[in-house]
């Protein structure tokens, strides 16, 4: 089945404590993308890839890291987390013109 | 800069009657527009998409929308609602087909009464 996988689903915690979201697409995508959902915002982009070793920044980088070293695995890297990062994350991947396809999601509370 | 403003944070309709769910743009050119659906709970699914060509776009789950470029809107439609259908919308503009940077609205919530 085509989809986009990310883990863990939810995830709770400390402020300071790296942590890493892993994200894997099985459609052979060449673009990725991590998005972050709060309440009343919409969805964010933080960062996406176009390929392979390319990587930009979105909307509200600040905070995160990504890696894209394979084509269908693109982690979100929370170096030092802080609870203005608790949200729920979005992993997607896409081909040349088409749409996104969004993974199912990872909840994130920073304490 | 690019953005899309959906001007109804939250609308209700009744099952079996119509519905048009507002998105408007800001950019120079002509953009790339997405219409999503999310469902309590799960990540967002692609509703349609306009790229060029026939302004009218029909998507999944009788869905449509309608590109106008006089008015900077790509307006979501359906002509019955169904109960299954009560979920939050989102509209996204991207500046080029292949870009890897895609913005999205605040989004719209949509309740279906009985």
């Known amino acids: 089945e085509a989809q986009v996988t990310q883990n863990p689903r939810y995830l709770i915690t400390v402020t300071g404590k790296k942590l890493t979201v892993t994200c894997s697409q099985n459609?052979?995508?060449?673009?990725m993308s991590w998005y972050r959902q709060d309440p009343g915002l919409g969805l964010r982009q933080i960062y996406y890839?176009?390929?392979?070793?390319?990587?930009d920044k979105g909307d509200v980088p600040e905070g995160y890291k990504v890696s894209r070293k394979e084509k269908r695995n693109f982690p979100l890297i929370l170096e030092s987390p802080s609870p203005n990062q608790t949200s729920l994350y979005f992993c997607?991947?896409?081909?040349?013109?088409?749409?996104?396809?969004f993974g199912s999601g990872t909840r994130l509370t920073v304490v | 800069a690019q953005s899309v403003t959906q001007p109804d944070i939250h609308i209700t309709v009744s099952e079996g009657a119509s519905l048009e769910l507002r998105c408007n743009y800001s950019?120079?050119?002509?953009?790339?527009l997405f219409w999503y659906v999310q469902s309590p709970g799960q990540g967002l699914q692609l509703l349609l998409k306009?790229?060029?060509?026939?302004?009218l776009v029909q998507g999944i789950k009788g869905f449509e929308a309608e590109f106008k470029r006089s008015q900077s809107s790509f307006n979501l439609r359906k002509p019955s609602v169904h109960w299954s259908d009560a979920a939050e919308y989102f509209c996204?503009?991207?500046?080029?087909?292949?870009?890897?940077?895609?913005?999205f609205g605040q989004g719209t919530t949509l309740q279906v009464k009985p």
């Open positions: 997607a991947s896409r081909i040349q013109g088409g749409g996104y396809t």
């Open positions: 459609m052979n995508h060449e673009y």
């Open positions: 890839s176009m390929n392979v070793e390319v990587t």
């Open positions: 950019y120079g050119a002509t953009p790339y």
């Open positions: 306009y790229f060029s060509g026939d302004t």
């Open positions: 996204a503009v991207g500046a080029t087909k292949n870009t890897g940077k895609l913005i």
